[in-house]
């Protein structure tokens, strides 16, 4: 006959010990899930003197600060990206 093992946490027997369960991982975030405080604080950091940049409704929006053109959207942050460095290329040619 195999005797039982005690299980173990942190090298300390738990045998006759009442104890909780280990505390679980805090939940993953997926692979395409995105952060939207960390992208705004990006978008600000890179595109913040000539663009007001939002997340609302679901999609990302940036707008130029001289208020010229309309608004630019994007359904992620690197849409928006692609739309603005083409809305930023056309207004550098100008």
Do not use: H, N
Not at 74 to 79: C, F, I, L, N, S
């Amino acid at each position: 006959m195999v005797p039982k093992r005690t299980p173990c946490y942190g090298g300390r027997s738990l045998a006759g010990v009442m104890t909780t369960a280990p505390p679980e991982a805090p939940a993953r975030r997926g692979i395409f899930d995105v952060d939207e405080e960390r992208a705004t604080e990006a978008f600000q950091l890179t595109w913040g003197q000539a663009y007001d940049i939002a997340f609302t409704g679901g999609a990302w929006q940036a707008r130029r600060r001289d208020g010229r053109g309309t608004v630019i959207t994007g359904t992620t942050p690197d849409a928006l990206t692609v739309a603005i460095r083409a809305d930023w290329a056309r207004r550098s040619t100008r």
